[in-house]
């Protein structure tokens, strides 16, 4: 029913910034609710930010004040921007969306922060 597809990983120097996108498509679907992760090697996929009933915005406290989560209803993308980048922040990225009770996951984008 929806297919996500993030892009904009890569690899960074520590106080560099990356934008990430996410496409979202199919016949029908919401973007009020969705949200980027983010897993390391050997550890649990954890909450980065989300969007929630199209108004919440939560962020992990790791990236408060560093990292923006957006949308732009005209191309169905939902946006990671993530400013003054730090080792720790990385990780496989993956786009969520929620749509009639069911989580869409994307394939993920590798960011890698190291000098």
């Known amino acids: 029913q929806v297919q996500l597809v993030e892009s904009g990983g890569g690899l960074v120097q520590p106080g560099g910034s990356l934008r990430l996108s996410c496409a979202a498509s199919?016949?029908?679907?919401?973007?009020?609710?969705m949200g980027w992760y983010r897993q390391a090697p050997g550890k649990q996929r954890e909450l980065v930010a989300t969007?929630?009933?199209?108004?919440?915005?939560n962020y992990a406290d790791s990236v408060k004040g560093r990292f923006t989560i957006s949308r732009d209803y005209a191309n169905n993308t939902l946006y990671l921007q993530m400013n003054s980048l730090k080792p720790e922040d990385t990780a496989v990225y993956y786009c969520k969306l929620r749509w009639l009770g069911y989580d869409y996951w994307g394939q993920g984008t590798q960011v890698t922060v190291s000098s």
């Open positions: 199919g016949s029908a679907f919401s973007m009020n609710d």
């Open positions: 969007i929630i009933s199209g108004v919440i915005r």
